[in-house]
Every structure is written in C-alpha cells, then in structure tokens.
C-alpha cells in the first residue's frame, strides 16, 4: 500500500489531514518541512505529497521538480495561501494531482489523497489542449477520480466568483461532467470527454462535449427533468426496472442554479451558462 506523505507538522490543517488519513486506515508520515520532505522521498517512497498550506502555488510547483527528480512518478496534492488562474494553468500543465485553497476540507483531502496513492492511471488522465486565463480547455478520460481532479482545477480557476454563484456554477459543472461519463461514456477510460471553460466580462461558460450517441428530452424516462408534471417520481421506478443506481436528478439540479443550460442537437454537447457581476473582476 502505498504511504502519503503530509508535509508540515506544525500546521492544524496538516495535523487534521494526517489524521483524517490515518482514519481511513492508510500509512501517512508528517515531514517537518520541505527539506526534510526531500529527506524523506530519498530513503523511501510515497504514492502522493500534499504541500504545506501556507506555500504559494509557485513554490509547490518548484518544490515538485525537486520531489520528481527524486520519485519521477510522483503525485502532488497542492495546497496553498491562495491562487491565481495563471498559476492554476501552471500546476494543470504540471501534471498536479489536485489543487486546494482556503477553506480546506481536510476530510475530502485525505479522501481524494488516499485514492490518488494506489491509482496507477493518473499521469495523462487530464491533457491540456489550450490554456490562458479565461479560456481552458481540457480532454479528460472518463474516470470519476479524474472528475474529482478537474473539479478542484475549475474550482479554483473561478476563485474570483462570488462564493455563491461559483458554488452554483460548480455544482452545475460537476452534474453534467459525471453525467457526461457516466452516460456518454459508461465510465469508460478509454474514452474521453472535453471540457472548455471561458470567462467572459459578464459571464462564466463551461462547454462539455462526451463521446457518447447523445439523447433526445423525451428519451430520458430514467432522468427526474421528463418526469410529467403529474408524476414528479416517475424516473425513480423506471431507474429501479433498470437496473441502475438511485439518482437522475442531474440535469434537472444544473438546471436549475445556472442562467442557461443549452444542448446540441443530438444531445452530446452541453453549454453551462452563468451570469455573473462585471464588477466581481474579470479572470
């Protein structure tokens, strides 16, 4: 199995990660700093480092090229003071695991730490095709740890939102990204889904394509958003004749926290539209 590796014993938040890791059951060590976290990389190996919570993002991204000339295949949790878009892109094109800012959820870190560890598949599971600050696109495998990875991106890509409309906007984006793998794709890693997201003056887009065959409204008996407005739990004992997991509230939930929800024809493309205050600045 393999260890986590929690650099700064001196911090709460590192403490309370440790010990939320060591809850699930999996090895973890504390290092003093980043010298003794280069120390330790040197006499052992570790599946995953999470960064100190006070670092920036460019000196985790510095520290990173020092941690991989050591343990080439190694995967990093950032955690840091704050960050920029540019600095966001930074650590996409680096290949980080995930990045985190204020307020930390040390339970959901330890969580994403501990399925990063013994996760193999990770390195090209997220390829940048374009990036600058406003517009990032990505193609992602269809994984639902990968889902997890890209949330914590475009979370913090959107840190300049209001905390209430980014809250809206990501959990739109979260339900049309797994219902884009889960549906368009099966959750097949070898398929792919592509995601672009723009921030314009006045709005936050997120576009997702799937590889899927698409759907028409009125084929989705499963999805609580056909549901006749006589029946509003119609989609649950057709789920249940199914076969499938409870659910189908998706599209119906993204729906209703963003302005504008638009499909393509066929209904494997998907346009997320949120309006947004001009003056909350511009990424």
């Known amino acids: 199995m393999s260890r986590v590796l929690v650099i700064g014993s001196d911090s709460q938040v590192s403490r309370e990660i440790g010990s939320a890791i060591s809850a699930i059951g999996f090895p973890m060590e504390h290092s003093a700093g980043h010298a003794d976290a280069l120390q330790r990389l040197r006499k052992r190996s570790f599946g995953v480092v999470i960064t100190h919570p006070d670092s920036t993002v460019e000196e985790d991204l510095a520290l990173l ?27 996409l094109r680096a290949r980080v695991f995930a990045c985190f800012t204020p307020p930390f959820d040390a339970d959901e870190i330890a969580n994403l730490a501990c399925s990063a560890a013994s996760d193999s598949q990770w390195r090209d599971d997220i390829q940048v095709l ?35 409309t980014r809250q809206e906007m990501m959990q ?6 797994l219902n884009a793998m889960e549906h368009g794709a099966a959750f097949n890693p070898e398929q792919v889904v592509e995601v672009t997201a723009v921030r314009t003056g ?8 799937d590889p899927g065959s698409g759907f028409r409204r009125e084929s989705l008996t499963h999805a609580a958003i056909a549901n006749p407005a006589d029946d509003p739990a119609a989609h649950i004992l ?16 993204a729906g209703g926290t963003v302005d504008e929800l638009i499909y393509s024809d066929i209904g494997n493309e998907v346009l997320l539209i949120k309006y947004v205050d001009s003056a909350s600045g511009h990424q």
């Open 172 to 177: 739109a984006f979260r339900e049309i990204l």
């Open 65 to 91: 090229d020092e941690m991989r000339a050591i343990r080439p295949g190694l995967k990093s949790i950032v955690l840091a003071r704050h960050s920029t878009p540019d600095e966001v892109i930074a650590a």
């Open 238 to 253: 057709q789920r249940e004749a199914e076969g499938m997991r409870p659910g189908g509230y998706g599209l119906l939930l």
């Open 130 to 164: 374009s990036a600058k600050p406003g517009w990032v696109s990505v193609r992602v495998n269809c994984r639902l740890i990968t889902a997890e990875r890209l949330m914590t991106f475009a979370n913090e890509l959107n840190a300049q939102l209001p905390e209430d």
């Open 202 to 209: 006045r709005a936050m887009v997120f576009y997702v394509r």
